[in-house]
Structure formats: C-alpha cells, structure tokens
Nanobody, 129 residues
Framework: QVQLVESGGGLVQSGGSLRLSCVGS????????MGWFRQAPGKERKDVSC???????????YYADSVKGRFTISRDSAKNTVFLQMDSLRPDDTAVYYC???????????????????WGQGTHVTVSS
C-alpha cells in the first residue's frame, strides 16, 4: 500500500520558518517527480513547488511566483523523503500543504501541467501576523 505522509506543519509567526517533510512508504520517491501543493481556507488547491526525477530537467525545480526565493524543495533518497523548506513565512502562506507523487510534469507551461499518482493527507501551516 502506497502512502505519503506529510509532517512539519504548525503555527509560526510571520517571518519564521518551517520545514515540511513527505515520507513515502510502499513507493520509491526517487522514481517520481514530486510536488508540493497547498490549499488555503475557501480557496482552490494551488501548486507550490515541484522537482523532477532528474534535477537537470529544464524547469526543475519549479516554484510558484508567490514562494520563489523563500521556499526550497529537496530530496533525501536515503530517507525516501522530500522536503519543503519554507523561510520568511507570511500570513498568506497559511494553508494545508500536500505532497504528491507525479507521473508527469510539463514544465513548458506556467504553472506546469501535472499528472498525479499519489497524494498525502496534508499538514496544516498557520502563519500569524
């Protein structure tokens, strides 16, 4: 059974940092492009960042304009984990953050076009002003 489990969310003050983790079980994350998405209360889910299997792929890693320069996506193959380092957090970063294993990413589009195979259950991030 494939599972993606996010952790690392919480309450942080504006300007603070959090590191989200997404651990895979029953799946090798290095076989997939991996993405982070977020859904704020009352809003649609939006992409945040994604990274290809091959980091040299054109367009990888991708960051949404709203997080560029503040968030960093990375992998730890040995831990079968993908991270999202979030710095300089702002109240509008408040959302539920989801990781996803992506079977296809088209970086030619902005935002990229995705096909997702698996999703985690999400972790809550709240940034207070």
């Amino acid at each position: 059974q494939v599972q993606l489990v996010e952790s690392g969310g919480g309450l942080v003050q504006s300007g603070g940092s959090l590191r989200l983790s997404c651990v895979g079980s029953g799946i090798t994350l290095d076989d997939y492009s991996m993405g982070w998405f977020r859904q704020a209360p009352g809003k649609e889910r939006k992409d945040v960042s994604c990274i290809s299997v091959d980091d040299n792929d054109d367009g990888s890693p991708y960051y949404a304009d709203s997080v560029k320069g503040r968030f960093t996506i990375s992998r730890d193959s040995a831990k079968n984990t993908v991270f999202l380092q979030m710095d300089s957090l702002r109240p509008d970063d408040t959302a539920v953050y989801y990781c996803a294993a992506l079977s296809f990413v088209n970086y030619a589009l902005d935002p990229p076009e995705y096909e997702s195979d698996y999703w985690g259950q999400g972790t809550h991030v709240t940034v207070s002003s």
